[in-house]
T-cell receptor
Framework: DQQVKQNSPSLSVQEGRISILNCDYT??????FLWYKKYPAEGPTFLIS?????DKNEDGRFTVFLNKSAKHLSLHIVPSQPGDSAVYFC???????????FGTGTLLAVQP | DTEVTQTPKHLVMGMTNKKSLKCEQH?????MYWYKQKAKKPPELMFV???????INESVPSRFSPECPNSSLLNLHLHALQPEDSALYLC???????????????FGPGTRLTVL
């Protein structure tokens, strides 16, 4: 039972354009959502997060949008840079523990 | 210091060996985690320690034995592993389990384990 889903295994974008990575979840108890970036042979790096009381959070080139009614969140990167090429994981948590449930990841390739 | 370090980076072991993975953080975090990640899969939680006490064990086989000697260190002792245990083992830490939601986990680079 995959509670957090990233339906696009890969995405290719031109440098300077917008990258939009999507994530869907099924558990309505989730109240905090995070995006991590992972380069090969490295651990995931925290990128940006959003709580369920908000619908948007912005940090520089990165913006996360949350649509609670649709149980959907997205990460927008603009402008995209070649250094953004990595696997992006969406993760969610809820309840008393800090247990993160990760999505399956989307491999983003930003073409120069 | 916002880094989580893990040693060794790579480990090859036989099914009869005993080895340990080590993780260290100096951010003053009181929650530490072990995750297992297989190729092309998301990280899966194995154990959570909170204030040096085991808080969550996600039904991990006993051939994996975690230990938290102090608030900065987390070990994972391995014994009699199977080839299917080959994976990337990630350690993470966060400020405090008890803090409400704003509690990002910071990951180390992982140990790539191969069991022959």
């Amino acid at each position: 039972d995959q509670q957090v889903k990233q339906n696009s295994p890969s995405l290719s974008v031109q440098e300077g354009r917008i990258s939009i990575l999507n994530c869907d979840y099924t558990n309505s108890m989730f109240d905090y959502f995070l995006w991590y970036k992972k380069y090969p042979a490295e651990g995931p790096t925290f990128l940006i997060s959003i709580s369920s009381i908000k619908d948007k959070n912005e940090d520089g080139r990165f913006t996360v949008f949350l649509n609670k009614s649709a149980k959907h969140l997205s990460l927008h990167i603009v402008p995209s840079q070649p250094g953004d090429s990595a696997v992006y994981f969406c993760a969610a948590k809820g309840g008393a523990t800090n247990k993160l449930i990760f999505g399956t990841g989307t491999l983003l390739a930003v073409q120069p | 210091d916002t880094e989580v370090t893990q040693t060794p980076k790579h480990l090859v072991m036989g099914m009869t060996n005993k080895k340990s993975l080590k993780c260290e953080q100096h951010m003053g975090h009181r929650a530490m985690y072990w995750y297992k990640q297989k190729a092309k899969k998301p990280p899966e939680l194995m154990f959570v320690y909170s204030y040096e006490k085991l808080s969550i064990n996600e039904s991990v086989p006993s051939r994996f034995s975690p230990e938290c000697p102090n608030s900065s260190l987390l070990n994972l002792h391995l014994h009699a592993l199977q080839p299917e245990d080959s994976a990337l083992y990630l350690c993470a830490s966060s400020q405090d389990l008890a803090l409400e939601i704003y509690n990002e986990q910071f990951f180390g680079p992982g140990t790539r384990l191969t069991v022959l």
